[in-house]
């Protein structure tokens, strides 16, 4: 076991599957020689040379088009977009190639592509640099969705999502590279070093895409929840002085319906929290789920804690994040309705 | 007082006007000079405006880019633009009788297909557009393969998931058609990156129409095969309409296709794509150059869109009706056929004994194709293997949404069992 902060995680996910499978190919921009503009990376070009890990032009479009002809040809890419924000160029070749080619060719063709991208905010990047489009993807056949909360699941989902026969969005809640994030920004930041889920192997292992985990054990209320959010939660939930189960979803796309649904019945109140805007998000998909599988075991409306239905707002950060408090609020109503 | 007003581009000729073609510009058969396949991409611009051109009117094969070709390869290949056009045609009737709903033809295009895919080798990945049918029949793929699709029936390649002739073929080398334009481009380029990352010498060809040059996949595709020196042909093939929308729309009317190639870096050569000597050869040129560490090509196929966009539109709403006539570079078929009679290997008695073989061997396919099912008439392809190959492997949810079809299709089986259902009555009443 070595201690890992989350870009040392994926880092050291790359660098085992480019050491164990020459199919392996590793690019976006600035990813080669500068080895990423967050680092995730660094030494890797120098490592396993220029043809394996690639700088590429600023073209989404092009790098994920490249990565379907490459995975056509047989390769296994991981195609970095340097922020969620900057996706949408690729939306064409994601939603109308990447994930239909399976379907469209009735399995003659795939492209077994990973594409790696930072989300979320926290870190005053404003609506270019801070964006959770996860929803966007989980509403698009043919294509796995994935966000970690933790070095240790970011480096064996990171894996898995390479390892997998089906194109993957891997999203890295890139306010948790460096440590847990609890929501409270004017608090010292806290360093991965510390948390149990630092803890990360050296060598190949696998966190398997389409299982949710459960981070806290508890029998009042369930909270279903993924990527840097997991973090809040717990600082909510200490502060809420409740007895939740806190469920980190982990995978949308496969959905591990039957951990979440089997706590809420268990529970029989929800609370389901994210940091995307609220309209049509991903926490729609997880609330009529639950409704559907849990409404004669629900004790209370569910209530869902989002962003603001806004676009990211620069200098109102901290007022849009949904942050403790916001989630206290909920756990109470919840807690309080009969 | 000036002020800034757009420019619309208005094509020469609309509904009753006479047909003009006079901005074509078209060099002299056996005029243009044929580079070294190692030139620098800058040293060899006038390639981008000049149009390289083998025969000319009489039938001559002249110049440079002559790739003398054997005269039973030259017999194949006409063969091959033969059938193509007599496919397209039956498919296009069938569509009129609604026995399938949808077709394109490539009439008039029937070089640009045949003639790159002879010049590639089988090794060679291509990605085609909607219209070069014809790189499915040098390859070999069986005509009742390609009807089976258009059916949508039971040995449809797409199990009934893709309108017609959204073909593909794996082993064949041949990439599935996307409905959306241009997407191939900058895929076939990563394909091309990975057969020289993996250091195999096989190239990639993709193909789009001069309207889909418009989109940011072109522009992606250049810029990726160039700064990466991709083994990967890139060809532009100029038929002069985008359904309704002329060449101009494209931003044809400033600068060729071919001419963008430079702007990137790479080589772009015109030609005349009604020429099949003239398009073999220059594929050759551009293929010989990928495999050698060359880079990309880009090539412009200038021809003319003879037949319809598709079943679904009328060209006569939007273009003179004569302009197929009046196009001046004439039609492929007849060019090769002209040239293989003066050399005295081919003969109108002989090129009337091939349509009948031929047309006889389409509609034997047809009538293959049919016994596994029509549109209209069945048999159907199970609708519960809808739900396969969204994953490798089915999720949970999928498993739960094909079992409530299945007893969706279960009890209406039991309820009305010889019918099939309303809308395809309705369709078979037209036909």
Wanted: glycine share 8%; net charge negative; proline share 7%.
């Amino acid at each position: 076991m070595a201690r890992m902060n989350m870009v040392q995680a994926i880092n050291s996910g790359l660098d085992v599957m480019l050491g164990r499978d020459p199919r392996v190919v590793v690019f976006g921009e600035d990813v080669g020689y500068f080895g990423g503009v967050f680092r995730c990376t660094d030494g890797l070009q120098r490592k396993y040379g220029e043809h394996r890990v690639l700088d590429t032009p600023i073209a989404e479009g092009g790098i994920i088009a490249a990565a379907i002809g490459m995975g056509v040809n047989g390769l296994r890419p991981v195609a970095e977009i340097q922020f969620a924000d900057y996706i949408y160029p690729a939306f064409d070749q994601i939603v109308s190639e990447l994930a239909r080619l399976r379907y469209r060719t009735a399995g003659d063709f795939s492209a077994p592509v990973t594409i790696r991208t930072p989300c979320g905010g926290g870190i005053r990047g404003g609506q270019t640099h801070s964006q959770s489009p996860e929803g966007i993807f989980t509403h698009v056949c043919g294509i796995k969705v994935v966000m970690p909360s933790n070095p240790h699941d970011a480096k064996g989902l990171l894996i898995s999502c390479i390892e997998d026969e089906d194109p993957v969005v891997f999203f890295e809640p890139k306010r948790l590279y460096n440590g847990p994030f609890d929501g409270d920004p004017h608090k010292p930041a806290v360093p991965w070093s510390t948390h149990p889920k630092g803890e990360v192997p050296e060598g190949h292992y696998t966190v398997p895409i389409g299982k949710a985990e459960i981070i806290r054990p508890g029998t009042e209320v369930t909270v279903l929840t993924y990527g840097t959010m997991v973090h809040v939660v717990e600082s909510a939930v200490r502060l809420a002085q409740v007895d939740a189960e806190i469920i980190d979803v982990r995978s949308m796309v496969p959905l591990d319906v039957d951990t979440l649904c089997a706590s809420v019945c268990k529970t029989g109140r929800c609370v389901i929290v994210h940091e995307a805007t609220r309209f049509s998000g991903f926490g729609a998909e997880l609330s009529a789920t639950v409704q559907e599988e849990c409404f004669w075991h629900l004790e209370a409306p569910i209530a869902r804690v989002t962003g603001w239905d806004t676009p990211y707002p620069h200098a109102f950060e901290w007022d849009y994040f949904p942050g403790p408090q916001r989630i206290v609020a909920a756990l109470n109503s919840v807690m309080e309705a009969k | 007082m000036r002020q800034s007003r757009l420019h619309v581009p208005h094509p020469p000729a609309r509904p009753g006007e006479k047909p003009d073609f006079s901005y074509v510009q078209i060099s002299a058969p056996g005029a243009v000079a044929r580079p070294d396949t190692r030139a620098p991409a800058l040293e060899i611009e006038h390639l981008g405006s000049e149009m390289v051109r083998v025969l000319d009117g009489q039938g001559q094969a002249l110049g440079p880019w002559n790739p003398h070709l054997e005269p039973e390869e030259l017999q194949v290949a006409l063969r091959h633009m033969l059938l193509t056009r007599l496919f397209d045609d039956r498919m296009q009737r069938m569509q009129r009788q609604g026995r399938i709903s949808f077709y394109m033809k490539s009439t008039g295009e029937e070089a640009v297909a045949v003639a790159q895919a002879m010049a590639l080798r089988p090794g060679d990945m291509l990605f085609p557009s909607y219209r070069t049918q014809g790189l499915f029949v040098v390859r070999g793929k069986s005509l009742v393969d390609l009807m089976c699709q258009c059916l949508s029936n039971t040995r449809d390649m797409c199990s009934g998931r893709q309108m017609p002739i959204m073909y593909h073929w794996a082993t064949g080398n041949i990439f599935s058609i996307s409905g959306n334009l241009a997407t191939q481009f900058p895929q076939a380029v990563g394909w091309a990156m990975a057969a020289a990352i993996k250091g195999e010498d096989h190239i990639a060809a993709a193909w789009l129409g001069e309207g889909a040059s418009a989109e940011a996949d072109f522009h992606h595709a250049l810029t990726f095969a160039a700064v990466y020196q991709a083994p990967v042909i890139l060809n532009v093939v100029n038929n002069q309409w985008a359904i309704s929308s002329f060449q101009g729309f494209a931003g044809g009317e400033h600068r060729t296709f071919a001419r963008r190639g430079p702007g990137y870096g790479i080589p772009g050569v015109r030609v005349d794509g009604n020429d099949f000597l003239a398009v073999y050869a220059v594929t050759q040129w551009a293929a010989e150059r990928a495999r050698a560490s060359g880079g990309p090509t880009l090539i412009e196929l200038v021809t003319y869109r003879a037949a319809a966009h598709s079943t679904s539109d009328d060209p006569a709403r939007y273009r003179p009706k004569e302009e197929w006539q009046a196009w001046p570079l004439g039609d492929p078929i007849a060019r090769l056929r002209e040239h293989l009679i003066r050399l005295g290997e081919w003969s109108e008695e002989r090129h009337q004994a091939l349509e009948r073989e031929l047309d006889a061997h389409v509609t034997a396919c047809w009538k293959e194709a049919v016994t596994y099912g029509t549109l209209t008439e069945g048999p159907w392809l199970d609708p519960l293997t809808m739900f396969e190959d969204v994953f490798h492997e089915m999720p949970a949810n999928l498993e739960r949404q094909r079992e409530e079809l299945g007893r969706l299709v279960q009890n209406r089986a039991a309820a009305a069992p010889p019918a099939h259902d309303a809308d395809t009555q309705t369709l078979a009443g037209e036909g």
